[in-house]
């Protein structure tokens, strides 16, 4: 049962220097599945959010936290994904975190990583291990076609391991850092949406994926 679901991800922000911890319990209330479901996991000892795409053809796939709004300020998550048994073999373990997204889902701004690509055997696989995307007008394909190598790069990733991301985001600048590295894996300064943008957050979750979630933080500016 839903009610049931014990869910250890804590989300806290910075309210005038006040942290406030909040535990999401009570699902029904705090969240809303766009294309996907959702569970309880244990995933390799964490407890989380497990994710599960539907058949939609779209790029808009994610657990969306409605009471939670975010701009600017930084997201840090540990996040797991693997293929899903009998997954084609296009599939490559996306998942990620969608933000400022808007009111009917219709516009959000992403980073996800592609794990099975971090440790390939060919070069340019491993080239696009990490993306950013901009949903609708800027899908991965459009951006990989237009501007090669500005919106995706490489990092040393595992499929189905624990990866821990940490999304900086201000005005139409961010910068996304993998594993604790000091320097930006992925820097974006020009997103899509532009500045003053505010919206909600989401758990992304690409196609033939299973992902797990754990560990979000969020301070908001």
Known sequence: MMKNLLITILLAFSLSGFAQKIDLLKLQKNVESVNVSFSEGNYRGKKSIKVIPSAAQTEARFVKLKTIEFENGTIEI???????????????????????????????????????????????RRNHSVQYICYPEFPWYKLRKETPGMYETYADLEEGVWTKLKIEVEGDKAKLYVNGVEQPTLLVNDLKLGTDVPGKLGLWVGPGTEAYFANLKITNK
């Open 78 to 124: 540990d996040v797991a994904g693997k293929r899903m048994e009998g997954a084609g073999g296009a599939a490559r373990g996306f998942v990620g975190i969608a933000f400022r997204i808007n009111g009917d889902n219709s516009e959000f701004e992403c980073f996800y990583i592609r794990p099975t690509n971090g440790r390939a055997e060919d070069q340019l």
